[in-house]
Structures are given as structure tokens and as C-alpha cells.
């Protein structure tokens, strides 16, 4: 199995900030990549696939980048509907596995 | 706007099987390329791709659930199923199902609201 890791597990920030969480994969993906905005009781919202292409509906302030086993999600400037917990989820190969999780809160 | 909603028992004795139906609305389960996938998540825990499977009935599991696991497709319905066989108290999670693209990498971009199922005797 391809292991996710996610940095920092969780991180304090102000609105108006600009955020970014790193995703490791275990052996190269190439763009086989994408992220998810999670908020308490609700199921995960696609926000990037393929590494750094913007799901329709997404705003913008959202970006990734990376290729290979690095990969960033940036939040150019975080909004109050931004606080939720995200994860990096690789589609190379099966199983599909995703990391651990990045827990945005309010500084 | 394609939707997703899984239903079924929300308490599960523990050896049983558990039993997840996923009902899709606003367009054809048969109709284009996807992948449909079930995924769970313990309370307070993060993700866990279980399989899916393509319209044509082919499926990919999990290994690690592989054994206990299948998932089927009632195109008749328009719904696509799990069901987990000698469940444990690790087994108590949400249960979502969700809708990709096949193909590349689109991400699962589809999802249901999730049903809670927990396993207790």
C-alpha cells in the first residue's frame, strides 16, 4: 500500500493568512492526487484533483502543486469557512489511501 | 446534480453482516464512466477507502477488508450496495459512498451525506 503523511497535523491560523500543508507519498504518484476539506458532520468536498487542478465550484484561493511524493495545498487567504480539516488522498494505485489529516483552527 | 444517500440498520450485532445500500438520484447509475466506492470513517478518525465497483460489475477491494467485503450494483434501482461480513466493534464507523470519474484522477467528487453504523450486541 502507497502510506500518506500530512504535515503539520494541525495548525492555527488568522483569517486573512496565507496556509499550506504538505502531503508525502510513500513511493511516486505522479499527479495521482487530490484533497479534501472535511468539517464536523459532514462528508469530505473535493477541492483539488490531480494534483493541482480546482474542482468546479471550489474557490479560488485554493491551489496545489507537486508531483511525484511532495505535494502542497494552499489557502492564499484563509476565510472563516475555511477552518475544517483536510486530507490528501492518492488515486495512483489500489488501495486508495489517504493521509492522516490537517486540522485548520482559528488562531 | 447527480445525489447520493446510503441507507441501512444503524446497530449491527457484532459476527453479523452488515448490510449498506447506497440509492443514487438524478441521473443513471449505468450511464458514463464512474466508479462507485464506498468509504468509512471511525468517529474522530480519518478516511478509509473500502472498494467499488464499475458499472460492468467489476470491483476492487480494499485487501486489508478484502475477505469480509462485496459490493454489488442493481442497476434496476439505480443503488450499488455494501455488505461486510463477521463485523467487530472496529468495524463502528460512518459509512459513505461516493461517485469518481474513470479514467484519471478525479477525485471522489460525489458523496453521500453518510449513515452511522454501529457495531454492539
Known amino acids: 500500500d502507497i502510506q500518506m503523511t500530512q504535515s503539520p497535523s494541525s495548525l492555527s491560523a488568522s483569517v486573512g493568512d496565507r496556509v499550506s500543508i504538505t502531503c508525502r507519498a510513500s513511493?511516486?504518484?505522479?499527479?495521482?492526487l487530490n484533497w479534501y476539506q472535511q468539517k464536523p458532520g459532514k462528508a469530505p468536498n473535493l477541492l483539488i484533483y490531480?494534483?493541482?487542478s480546482l474542482q468546479s465550484g471550489v474557490p479560488s484561493r485554493f491551489s496545489g502543486s507537486g508531483s511525484g511524493t511532495d505535494f502542497t495545498l494552499t489557502i492564499s487567504s484563509l476565510q472563516p469557512e475555511d477552518f475544517a480539516t483536510y486530507y490528501c488522498?492518492?488515486?495512483?494505485?489500489?488501495?486508495?489511501?489517504f493521509g492522516p489529516g490537517t486540522k485548520v483552527d482559528i488562531k | 446534480q447527480v445525489q447520493l444517500q446510503e441507507s441501512g440498520p444503524g446497530l449491527v450485532k457484532p459476527s453479523q453482516t452488515l448490510s449498506l445500500t447506497c440509492t443514487v438520484s438524478?441521473?443513471?447509475?449505468?450511464?458514463?464512466?464512474?466508479?462507485w466506492s464506498w468509504i468509512r470513517q471511525p468517529a474522530g478518525k480519518g478516511l478509509e477507502w473500502i472498494g467499488r465497483?464499475?458499472?460492468?460489475?467489476?470491483?476492487d477491494y480494499n485487501p486489508s477488508l478484502k475477505s469480509r467485503v462485496t459490493i454489488s450494483v442493481d442497476t434496476s434501482k439505480n443503488q450499488f450496495s455494501l455488505k461486510l461480513s463477521s463485523v467487530t466493534a472496529a468495524d463502528t464507523a460512518l459509512y459513505y459512498c461516493?461517485?469518481?470519474?474513470?479514467?484519471?484522477?478525479?477525485?471522489?467528487?460525489?458523496w453521500g451525506q453518510g449513515t452511522l453504523v454501529t457495531v454492539s450486541s
Open positions: 461516493a461517485r469518481e470519474t474513470a479514467g484519471y484522477s478525479s477525485g471522489w467528487y460525489d
Open positions: 438524478g441521473g443513471s447509475i449505468s450511464s458514463g464512466t464512474y466508479y
Open positions: 465497483i464499475f458499472i460492468s460489475g467489476s470491483t
Open positions: 513511493q511516486s504518484i505522479s499527479t495521482y
Open positions: 490531480a494534483a493541482s
Open positions: 488522498q492518492q488515486s495512483y494505485s489500489s488501495p486508495f489511501t
